[in-house]
Nanobody, 125 residues
Framework: QVQLVESGGGLVQPGGSLRLSCAAS????????MGWFRQAPGKEREFVAA????????KYADSVKGRFTTSRDNAKNTVYLQMNSLKAEDTAVYYC??????????????????WGQGTQVTVSS
């Protein structure tokens, strides 16, 4: 089992920045990929970014490329989502997720096995 605890959300002005953290515990050796998703009210959960637990491979949704960066600190079993140049449309609850299935990085929520509790990000003047 893997437990995920995320933090770092809050209120930020358009153009501002936030960094989200997701700390993993439990059977972290089984993790293949850590993903970030977001969900706004009335909308489906959508893929944001992902990083392999080992290695340097990353993947980003087109909507966040060049603005968001995901990274990993293995010593802390933590992944980060650095969000820059935030826009109002980035407002959502952000979730981190862990995929224990070996192989390719997946961009679908159903491909992930464990989820954090979510943290609210609000971009507003």
């Amino acid at each position: 089992q893997v437990q995920l605890v995320e933090s770092g959300g809050g209120l930020v002005q358009p153009g501002g920045s936030l960094r989200l953290s997701c700390a993993a515990s439990g059977s972290t050796f089984s993790i293949n990929t850590m993903g970030w998703f977001r969900q706004a009210p009335g909308k489906e959960r959508e893929f944001v970014a992902a990083i392999r637990w080992s290695g340097v491979s990353t993947k980003y949704a087109d909507s966040v490329k060049g603005r968001f960066t995901t990274s990993r600190d293995n010593a802390k079993n933590t992944v980060y989502l650095q969000m820059n140049s935030l826009k109002a449309e980035d407002t959502a609850v952000y979730y981190c997720a862990a995929d224990k299935t070996w192989g390719q990085v997946t961009m679908t929520p159903g491909g992930y096995d464990y989820w954090g509790q979510g943290t609210q990000v609000t971009v507003s003047s």
